[in-house]
C-alpha cells in the first residue's frame, strides 16, 4: 500500500518538473514586458538578472517551486522590500526602480541571489 502510495507521488513528481522545464517555459516567454517571470527553485532564480529600464513600473512575478523555508522570502534590501513567495502560486512584486543601478535580491538567508540591473 505505501509502495503504491511512494510510487504515485514520484510520478507526480516527475510529470510536475517535466510540466515546468519543458511545458510551462514557452507560456513564461509570451507574457509582456512589463511582466517578468521568475522561477524559485533548485537554490537558483530563474532567470537570475533581469534588466529593466530605469522609471519604468514593472512587476516581477516570482513563482516559488521550492517548498523549503529557504525560499520563502525574496528580500530587495535596497528598497527596503521584503515580499512572502507562496509555494506554487506566483506572488507579484511590484516595483518602480528610479535609479540606474544593479539591486541585488536575495532569499533571506542570500542563498538564493539574482540582481535587478536598471539601465537608463
Ligand atoms: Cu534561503
Known sequence: ????????LGVVLIVLIIYWFWIAKPRTQKTSS???DIIVDHGVYEPARIEVEAGKTLTLRFQRKDPSPCAEK????????SVD???NKP??????P???GEYPFTCQMQ?????LVVKQ
Request: glycine share 2%.
Open 98 to 100: 528610479d535609479n540606474v
Open 74 to 81: 525574496v528580500v530587495f534590501s535596497d528598497f527596503d522590500l
Open 1 to 8: 500500500m505505501i509502495d503504491i502510495l511512494v510510487n504515485s
Open 91 to 96: 506572488t507579484d512584486v511590484k516595483l518602480t
Open 85 to 87: 513567495l507562496a509555494v
Open 34 to 36: 512589463d511582466v517578468i
Open 111 to 115: 542563498m538564493y541571489r539574482g540582481v
